[in-house]
């Protein structure tokens, strides 16, 4: 497998992929339009580019991770006008549907192949690699980038058609809004005046009880 790779966005979660792949072996060109972002990614062994379009032209597979919708739909302009032969474009940055939806048909009209790879984790879990992968698109590019994949996160998982991993993004964040919650409700409680301990007791004889609140939970 061609161990070449680029990184266009080396914020906290694409400095990180950089890294983690830089450091797995992989031969990483990135390029950020922040100066200090680049120095920090070329002392972790990445080679820095002049631009995005140098990284399209000198990488057969790119990562893009940018922190909006019209920085990731310009990088996927200047990957699709680049000089470059035939690439695999993973987008792993978080955006609505639609913006996803336009990156693949700018990408695949000049004949790129875009996934849709939002990543489930914040930056601390980018940083040790604890990161899960909603991969999705081509299947065949999906499987074959694994070993890249498998350099900065713990788990890929492959949910079909492209668009489907933002989709189960989407899901996830809203949990994660709903776990927040259920905190708040704890917090709550506390400046009440309620024991903690007698609390989840007595959430978990109720209506609103879950698994959460059952004794022993989580206890191995």
Not at 164 to 183: D, E, P, R, T
Request: include cysteine; glycine fraction near 10%; aromatic fraction near 4%.
């Amino acid at each position: 497998m061609d161990k070449r790779i680029g990184v266009i966005g080396l914020g906290v979660m694409g400095g990180a992929f950089a890294r983690h792949l830089a450091g797995a072996g992989w031969e990483v060109m990135g390029y950020d339009i922040d100066a200090d972002r680049n120095r920090e990614a070329r002392a972790a062994g990445v080679e820095i580019a002049h631009s995005a379009e140098e990284v399209a032209e000198s990488a057969p597979d790119v990562i893009t991770s940018l922190p909006t919708s019209r920085a990731v739909i310009d990088a996927a302009t200047v990957i699709a006008r680049a000089a470059a032969p035939t690439r695999t474009v993973v987008e792993a940055s978080t955006l609505s549907l639609d913006d996803k939806l336009e990156v693949e048909r700018i990408l695949r009209e000049a004949g790129h192949t875009a996934l849709d790879c939002p990543m489930s984790g914040t930056g601390a879990q980018a940083a040790v690699k604890d990161l899960v992968v909603y991969a999705s698109g081509d299947p065949t590019a999906i499987e074959r980038l694994r070993p890249a994949f498998d350099a900065f996160t713990r788990k890929v998982w492959d949910l079909g058609d492209y668009g489907n991993g933002s989709k189960m993004k989407f899901i996830a964040n809203h949990l994660v809004a709903i776990h927040n919650a259920a905190a708040e409700a704890m917090v709550l409680a506390m400046k009440a005046g309620l024991d903690a301990d007698r609390v989840v007791e007595v959430i978990g004889s109720g209506a609103g009880t879950s698994r959460l609140c059952q004794p022993g939970y989580g206890r191995s």
